[in-house]
């Protein structure tokens, strides 16, 4: 999961097992949730999103699942490649004043290393 | 269509120093950010626009100016380089606010202030 510091949380597993990634957001006024994905030397690239109306939202071989109660957010990986080696960031949408303006807030990441 | 676009891919300057650093998007897109990466920190939001003409403070603005005069571009100028500059800067572009599927990033500049 997210923590403060200088040193990412990882997270190692083996090829074929479920993976999953955990991140803890602060502002209760975020409507939108995202999680990118990192590969080294590469921007972050967009894995899936979720709002804030909704607990469940599945893609393809990814689930993300939001706890409001506890500003908790997770993304479960299904059968884990080592292409899905890389850092995971969560992100929140900061709304305000009635309007979702273009602030997204990144977490610190996970560093997630599949093992064949 | 090339996406986001950012040149220099690297640059190293002296302390003091000024530069621009440079992003482009072709899709149309109507917000635009920075933000810059340092290890173990994530992503910090420095500055951000949601059209021409329109740009707003993120969460580490000092030391940074920034202008949107067209909807394409959005550069990033360093005043006068300092080592605590030294970071990837990472430029973003969304149609809409960016909880839609959230922003589409460039590659990255690496900027080294020595």
């Known amino acids: 999961g997210e923590s403060v510091g200088l040193h990412l949380p990882t997270l190692s597993v083996q090829e074929g097992d479920n993976s999953i990634i955990n991140c803890a957001y602060s502002?209760?006024?975020?409507?939108?949730f995202i999680w990118y994905k990192q590969e080294s030397g590469k921007g972050p690239q967009f894995i899936i999103d979720?709002?804030?109306?909704?607990d469940k939202r599945q893609g393809q071989r990814v689930t993300v699942l939001l706890n409001k109660t506890v500003k908790h957010l997770s993304l479960q990986i299904a059968a884990t490649q080592p292409g899905d080696s890389a850092v995971y960031f969560c992100a929140e949408n900061i709304r305000a004043g009635g309007t979702s303006y273009g602030k997204l807030t990144f977490g610190q990441g996970t560093i997630l290393t599949v093992h064949p | 269509n090339a996406g986001v676009t950012q040149t220099p891919k690297f640059q190293v300057l002296k302390t003091g120093q000024s530069m621009t650093l440079q992003c482009a998007q072709d899709m149309n897109h109507e917000y635009m950010s920075w933000y810059r990466q340092d290890p173990g920190m994530g992503l910090r939001l420095i500055h951000y626009?949601?059209?021409?003409?329109?740009?707003d403070q993120g969460e580490v603005p000092n030391g940074y100016n920034v202008s949107r005069s067209t909807t394409e571009d959005f550069p990033l100028r360093l005043l006068s380089a300092a080592p605590s500059q030294t970071s990837v800067y990472f430029c973003a572009s969304s149609y809409g606010p960016p909880g839609t599927r959230g922003y589409t990033f460039g590659s990255g500049t690496r900027l080294t202030v020595v």
């Open positions: 626009s949601v059209g021409a003409g329109i740009t």
């Open positions: 979720i709002r804030s109306n909704m």
């Open positions: 502002n209760s006024a975020s409507d939108y």
